[in-house]
């Protein structure tokens, strides 16, 4: 059997997809949308940490090699890691406290905990630490991993209500929790993970990396609910970073462009619990490659497990 193309209707074809592509690539330098929400994020392309404003401006901003996490406390102060360890930067651009790790190790997530704790990611001895305001450990929790080198350890990493930990190992391929003497209590397999987020009903909110993927599970490691690569119109997901889960459901998903897609898709999406686009940051003029985010407005207590993140 032959099989006849009609030339035109190709031609046609191709070209309202390039249309529709250039549409959604943005050139360097331009803005086209905005998130409408104030948020901190932590831009790992840039090496800055930034306070932005609803209406998309940087109202403070403060440099750090490689950020990875970040935090706005409540007296102000922005709690962030480099990738050589911790800070606790005030508004007037004052480091009030800081960690600083061995030279071969890395730092990729922190947490500020009751007391004033603080929880340090210490990739290398691939170990959870917490220290205190005298800048001491108090405690240490040393993790299961296969993994030699520093930079493929770990990636978020969050102290739960319960007293556990849980963890992305991204190049393991496996986020885990677990418990203060170290033991593994829970774990889900998946390539790259990068982060998990325990929702307050148990399941487990998981960004993916390079997988490309957004994925909910629940405590039997069944998936819930996921966002795939090409699930939102005009916003593929690439390496999946930081997320936050809102109060009103929406998720807020940090689309770095690392790897070969920078300014090729918005960099921070809002989506619905259906999977609808709410809002999207696609502005290469101010932000380069953000990895976090943390959402300004978010009751909560960021000291006492109180944000989703």
Known sequence: MTTRICLPVVAAVLAACALASAAEKVPAGKVTHQLGRAFLCSDYGANTISLVSKDGEIEWSFPARRPQ????????????????????????????????????????????????????????????????????????????????????????????????????????????????????????????????????????????????????????????????ENDLPGCPLRFVAGMQRLANGNTLIVNWGGHGHLRQQPQIVEVSRDKKIVARLWDDQRFKTPTSIFALGEKGDVRNFGLLR
């Not at 406290?97 to 929880?119: K, S």
């Not at 190049?171 to 982060?195: C, L, Q, T």
């Open 69 to 228: 996490d970040a935090w706005l406390l409540p007296n102000g102060n922005v709690l962030f890691t480099h990738v050589k360890g911790v800070q606790e930067v005030s508004r007037d651009k004052k480091v009030v406290w800081e960690y600083e790790t061995a030279p071969e190790n890395e730092v990729h997530a922190c947490q500020p905990l009751p007391d004033g704790l603080v929880m340090i990611a210490e990739s290398g001895p691939c170990r959870l630490i917490e220290v205190n305001r005298e800048g001491k450990i108090v405690n240490q929790v040393k993790l299961t991993t296969k993994v030699k080198k520093a930079h493929g350890q770990m990636r978020g990493a969050r102290k739960l209500a319960s007293g556990n930990y849980l963890v992305g190992q991204v190049r393991d391929g496996v986020v885990r929790e677990y418990d203060p003497s170290g033991r593994i209590v829970w774990e889900f397999k998946h390539r790259n993970a990068f982060m998990g987020i325990r929702l307050p009903n148990g399941n487990t909110l998981i960004s993916t990396g390079d997988a490309h993927r957004v994925i909910e599970v629940d405590a039997q490691g069944k998936v819930v609910w996921q966002i795939n």
